[in-house]
């Protein structure tokens, strides 16, 4: 993070990647004993899930008129480690060697993203 970015964008982007996740895990509590699509797509969490991307795509564009993409757009990729722990620890989801280290690739690109 540069000094003359400052911090609130990266509060922004923050509140982006967390409102992403929390949208992601929403759609799949979403599917959780669901007869068929129609269903899933009238029940609370699928619809609190739809509106968190929302949210999540108004707080991405605020962070994005101090931030430059090629920074921003690669941390969002944070959100496949938080989303993919969570659903191993919500939902039993495999989670292997084969995540922890795509995780760990996924974590060190962003870090390297951020170096500019």
């Given at each position: ?19 992403g996740c929390g ?94």
């Open positions: 993070m540069t000094a003359a970015i400052g911090v609130w964008p990266y509060l922004w982007l923050g509140a982006a990647i967390a409102l949208g992601q895990l929403l759609l799949k509590a979403g599917t959780v004993d669901t007869a068929d699509f129609a269903a899933q797509l009238l029940r609370p969490p699928t619809l609190v899930g739809l509106l968190l991307y929302g949210l999540s795509a108004l707080a991405y564009m605020v962070a994005l008129r101090r931030i430059p993409v090629s920074v921003a757009f690669p941390s969002v990729a944070l959100s496949y480690a938080v989303v993919a722990l969570m659903g191993h620890w919500l939902w039993q989801e495999p989670f292997g060697w084969p995540q922890i280290g795509g995780l760990v690739l996924i974590s060190a690109g962003v870090i390297l993203i951020h170096q500019h």
